[in-house]
């Protein structure tokens, strides 16, 4: 059984751009969640989601950061016109059906806006 | 606010020794507390969890400890090897909410063999 897959494994984007993490969970999971690691720091919850829902989107920054989980494909965290303090580890984490508190992360995308 | 603190936030041992670290909540409706492991460049690996009805955990070498009236729990990490390099992360949620996570800010713990 594979396990949270995330990509890109890194990131670079200039100011101004646009990101897009991508997030897939692993089989039979059909819970994502997204955290935030900034350096020296624990994770930060910002949004999480269930097929085609937004469940809890209270960690997430109201201007330039999106989230998606569609019927097919990836879940997508989006951040547009990003800016210095966007660089972090996004980490993306599913739980299964009935066992939502056991959440298995990805191995992160590193971003970095120069 | 912090709703979890974590302590120490880094710590030598050397290898065979006891790694402790402490964590405290404040949220009395938390009611799963995991501990996470994460090596650099990686995420976090989920190595053992405890619910406020129990006050002791064992697995191999880790143990978590949990005091309810006092709203701490510590992990104790036995013999601690060299490969048990790496920062630990506590964490907290409140079930039947959105399963957030709540993380302490992480120890990094170095075996020195």
């Known amino acids: 059984n594979a396990g949270v897959m995330q990509n890109p494994r890194h990131l670079v984007r200039r100011r101004g751009q646009e990101a897009r993490l991508r997030c897939s969970p692993m089989?039979?999971?059909?819970?994502v969640y997204w955290y935030r690691q900034l350096p020296e720091e624990g994770l930060k919850f910002m949004v999480y989601l269930q097929k085609e829902n937004i469940i809890d989107e209270s960690g997430m920054p109201k201007e330039r950061f999106s989230a998606e989980f569609p019927k097919e494909g990836p879940s997508i965290l989006r951040i547009q016109q990003v800016v210095r303090g966007d660089s972090a580890a996004y980490f993306c984490?599913?739980?299964?059906?009935?066992?939502?508190?056991?959440?298995?992360f990805g191995p992160g995308t590193r971003l970095t806006v120069t | 606010q912090q709703q979890v603190k974590q302590s120490p936030q880094s710590l030598i041992v050397q290898k065979g020794g006891i790694s402790i670290i402490n964590c405290a909540y404040e949220n009395t409706a938390f009611d799963y507390f995991p501990w996470y492991q994460q090596f650099p460049g990686k995420g976090p690996a989920l190595l053992i969890a405890i619910r406020p009805d129990v006050s002791e955990k064992k697995e191999g070498r880790f143990t978590i400890s949990f005091n309810k009236s006092a709203k701490q729990f510590s992990l104790h990490i036995m013999d601690s090897q060299p490969g048990d390099s790496a920062t630990y992360f506590c964490?907290?949620?409140?079930?039947?909410?959105?399963?957030?996570?709540?993380f302490g800010k992480g120890m990094k713990l170095t075996v020195n063999p």
């Open positions: 984490a599913s739980s299964p059906n009935g066992q939502l508190y056991e959440q298995y």
């Open positions: 964490a907290a949620l409140t079930q039947g909410g959105s399963e957030k996570l709540v």
């Open positions: 089989k039979g999971h059909s819970h």
